[in-house]
């Protein structure tokens, strides 16, 4: 088990190394001087010159890129910010605890209802229930986020005046955040949950559960849910990538100064370290989630286990 | 029937899937015939003494901050969506076919190559992708579509290449290189044809996803530039007055959700109709 996850984990280096070529790369085709961006047309040519080579950007690009994959691996060195001449990394560090309340919070919140309806919902096929939750799933799988969002905020923070619509200050400030991005994932998850029971209940193994005489619970939830568990654990790994984007705009919508709001605003005023560091950063996070998803999977496939286990037992 | 007319008719059958595809014609019509409608000049017209009105019979939407028909303008939003979505999800579907052949057609090392290729874009989240592109480029109509291009091809490649490479180890193609069929010959008579069912359906499924990326990059401010009336910017617009004019929210957000929604429904009728499972 344990050599798995060391494998596994093996495997993330090269990814990171791969993500950061890439972002390295998109930012690299930003057209303009970033010195005269950031200072002016009115500075010396001695100011863009020390601009320049404190940023290390007098150096060709591969030259570039190495430098910053060794100071990434050896010191968590994230880059330095254009703008603020801060390492990337304090900001990373101060704003990413938000982002993560909002993105596991979400994932929480979608995964317990989205694969509890999609359970009943495939148990119950044809019931209005199965009706009534397929067709809301349906619409809220396509709603766009910032639109629910807005919605959510007209009305529980307007019309009701119960949660407050902005800014983070106490865990109520995470519900509108948390029901936003989480309503549309659980949605997509209990058609997901939904497909992979109905496929799991017409299995030969649940008729012969039932000829034996296995309460109807058990059926369901030892034989049939565990067996479809797979495949859902494995699209929830999926739709975290999506989830991680839409906690960026979530962000957004709701003022709250997580690193979505800051990769945005640093998109926005040019400042490339800043967009490089919180993406790779991201990057990172959504590749150790995907990390975990493998981890748990191979925990609950018991024909992974037995690979593992029984290995080590000899 | 041949599997073409099977395919249509069941289709057929599905009534959600129908209502997706009068939806989706509906927006066709739209793009064509708006001018028509409403002439996009309705929507540019400034009105100050009109403004923030909720819905009337002249104004069925109602008026925006400088007293602009919304209905107008959410009707000549429909085209910068569809103009952003239907380019980029083709492009991404024709790459994904030809990198997906290829993987699935030549040799062992190419794929694996590409296999690891994708994981490295794919480990970026779509939504970051767009972002660094935007922060590249720059925010404008063409460099979205080049944004969500750029975050759709892994997927695409990777359906693309998985059913190529079920359809490759099907019986027919060997015996169709057993009488000497060369390889371009399989590739574009048998293979792709065969896959195109599925393809169709990821398309839409793309499309559905590329509407909701494009009108939240708008929506942050980092898409189209105004005064365009895309959706997204439109609701970017309504926030500030989200307390006092809330029509100017409802509107623009329908029109995404039907949008996506219709493409969703669409892509699950085809997807059921194309089901060997399902068949009689």
Known sequence: MIKYIIRRLITLVPIIIGVTLVVFTILEMTPGDPAKMMLGDGATLEQFEAFNEKFGLDKPFVSRFFNYILQLFTRFDFGTSWLTSRPVLDTLKARVPITLIIAVSSIAFASTIGVSLGVISAVKQYSKLDYVSRLTAMVLAAVPVFWLGMMLAILFAL???????????????????????????????????????????????????????????????????????????????????????????????????????????????????????????????????????????????????????????? | MSPLQETIYRFSQNKVSLIGLAVVLLLIFIIIFGEFISPFENGVKQNIRMRLQGPSAEHWFGTDAYGRDIFTRVLHGTKYTMMIAFPATFIAEVIGIILGA????????????????????????????????????????????????????????????????????????????????????????????????????????????????????????????????EWGALLSEAREFIITAPHLIIFPGIAILLTALSFNLVGDGLRDALDPRLRD
């Open chain 2, 102 to 229: 290829c993987a699935a057609f030549y040799s062992r090392w190419f794929d694996n190559i590409l296999m690891r290729v994708l994981d490295v874009f794919q480990a970026i989240p779509g939504q970051l992708l767009a972002l660094a592109v935007v922060a590249a480029l720059g925010g404008s109509l063409f460099n979205l579509v080049i944004a969500m291009l750029i975050a759709r091809i892994p997927a695409s490649v990777r359906t693309a290449r998985s059913i190529m490479l079920s359809l490759v180890g099907q019986e027919y193609i060997d015996a169709a290189r057993s009488y000497g069929s060369r390889d371009y010959h399989l590739i574009f008579r048998h293979v792709i044809p065969n896959s195109l069912g599925a393809m169709i359906v990821s398309m839409t499924i793309n499309l559905s996803a590329i509407t909701l990326q494009v009108s939240s990059m708008s929506y942050i401010g980092l898409g189209v530039s105004p005064p365009t009336p």
């Open chain 1, 159 to 314: 019309k009701l005046g119960w949660l407050p619509s902005s800014g983070t200050g106490s865990w109520k400030h995470y519900i509108l955040p948390m029901m936003t991005l989480g309503l549309p994932y659980s949605a997509r998850i209990l058609r997901s949950t939904r497909g992979y029971m109905l496929e799991a209940v017409r299995q030969d193994f649940v008729r012969t559960a039932r000829s034996k005489g296995v309460p109807e619970r058990y059926v369901i939830w030892k034989h049939a849910f565990l067996n479809a568990c797979l495949p859902v654990i494995n699209t929830i790994g999926v739709y975290m990538g999506g989830l991680l984007g839409g906690a960026v705009v979530t962000e957004n919508v709701f003022g709250c100064n997580g690193l979505g709001s800051f990769i945005i605003n640093s998109v926005k005023r040019k400042d490339i370290p800043a967009v490089t560091g919180g993406t790779v950063f991201l990057a990172m996070i959504f590749a150790l989630i995907l990390l975990a998803v493998d981890i748990l999977y191979a925990f609950v496939d018991p024909r992974i286990k037995a690979r593992y286990t029984a290995k080590g037992a000899k």
